[in-house]
């Protein structure tokens, strides 16, 4: 695909005689770029001097569509760009265009978002696990986690019918009533992930490799965090307490009790602690809401016909990556007349280069890795 | 229904009779008036900020608003540099969360850029936008956030404006020798994938 500005081999071969410099190609075709991703990097022996990426390989303009959709039918499409986190995109699109509505959505519509959105965060967070610990070279925790999520998953299928790209909620609120034996299974869920969790632990947070592979590796500071808009995990790890759940309480987290884990130095272990504690304190919240589920009705009042006023709103969730923010100008039409997607992937992307300088490029791989993208958030 | 004789036999049903047309049935049908759609609400926004921000660029800010509850400044594209550097340096919005546009092809001002900012200190959000005409420079962030390199590149990439100082305008999504730019409102997809296709995969397009 796109070329990069790298020198004409006359001149490379040149400046390679003078200096120890190396251009390395890395991907878009490689296990451990989590999709397509290429990197360019540039060594001097084992340092690496700069990056650079290449993106858009599953660019599919989302947003193009979008304005050739209307609203409703624009609504699966949402799931296909963090397929690993298709609830919580869904559910950022929904609360964007209620916004423009001015919908209220119902209190059990809100605790079952709340609820699969969680145990989302939970499977985006184990699929992050298994294959961040196989890039580095562990390979079991691969299969314990992709066994944990399929439980999840179990549960997004009965709900719903699908797996990945659920479209589990419509604009206004949901589209199903639980099943039988949903609070059960959220429960029976909860009490399997934390049990599991301290497996994980086991086999990971005293491992004498896994410390030496990921301690001091990849430091992104507060300051740079916020420099760069990095936001989720990342800005935790550095020591910033600020989740958009607490911060600005949407979809009723207010009325739930848990905490912000955060650590000190932004490094990737730091990152691995916050995102480890994050799935014990979904936990947390799946309990609370599964307890205190109220009755009632599971959709707003929103006409069959979808047809926002003109204007505009920009909407952001905590999303397992970081902020989700979907900003949608309507001109009151049926079709949206923009929709911007604000994805956490691509911007935490950008900071690739700053994380990666200086460091090993073994480390690269790590570092790609503790950002957590999917590709097809960062190329939409 | 299309009014083509059905397949089966069977006879159409007869519809049922209409009941005895009440007293005063003679008066004309009243239909609904289709409403208006509604407009999003709109007021004032009132408070230190906004009032310090009116103080020092006066006019340039043609709108300072709630919509819908959102905090919106709207300024001239010459002075909306000023007004971000002043929004991180002077009110601690330290976090450029977002750089997008829109394109309004009928307005003489086509392109409007949108920054949304957000303060970590005062747990405040703010947009910004500007409006910009064809082939006018757009003004750089990268110099105050370093988020905006990979956002403008993207605005670049999608709408084709062209951002002054930008250490590295280039193409993000898109490739490099594509044509066009495909948020703009008069992009046909089809036809330019299509040709992209054909040129460069030597396939014909599955469009």
Redesign the interface.
Known sequence: ???TTLAPPEVQAETLLDSNELVLNMGPQHPSTHGVLRVILKLDGETVLGTDCV??YL?R?V??IA?NRTFQQFAPYVDRMDYVAAVSNGLGYCMAVE??L?VEVPPRAQAVRVILTEINRIASHLLWLGTHALDIGAITPVFLCFREREEALKIFENYCGARLTTHAFRIGGLQYETYDTFEKECLDFCDLMEQKLKEYHDLLTGNRIWVRRTKGVGILNAA?C?????TGPLIRAAG?E?DLRK??PYCGYENYDFDIPTAETGDTFDRYMVRMEEMVQSCRIIRQAVDALPEGPIKGKVGKVI?P??????V?IEAPKG?L?Y?I?SD?SLNP??V?V?PPS??N???LD?MCRGSLVADVVAIIGTIDIVLGEV?? | MPDTPSSDDKPRPVPRPRPPAAAGADRPVRRPVPKKPAEMPCEPWEGPLPAALQDRFGDSLTRVVLLGGQKLLVADSAEAFEVLSCLKQEHGFDYLVDVTAVHWPDKSEQFEIVWTLYSFSANERVRLKAGLAEGQLAPSVTNLYSSANWLEREVYDMFGIEFKDHPDLRRILMPDEWEGFPLRKEYGIVQQDSDWVRENLKIESAQ
Do not use: C, N, T
Request: cysteine-free; hydrophobic content about 30%; charged content about 40%.
């Open positions: 695909m796109a070329e993106i858009g660019h303009g947003e193009k304005e916004r423009l001015d740079d916020k420099d760069y808009g990095v910033v600020w911060a600005q047809k006023p003109p204007g505009e709103a920009y952001s902020e923010g900003y100008v009151g007349y923009r911007r604000r691509f911007v992307l950008g900071a700053k190329d939409r």
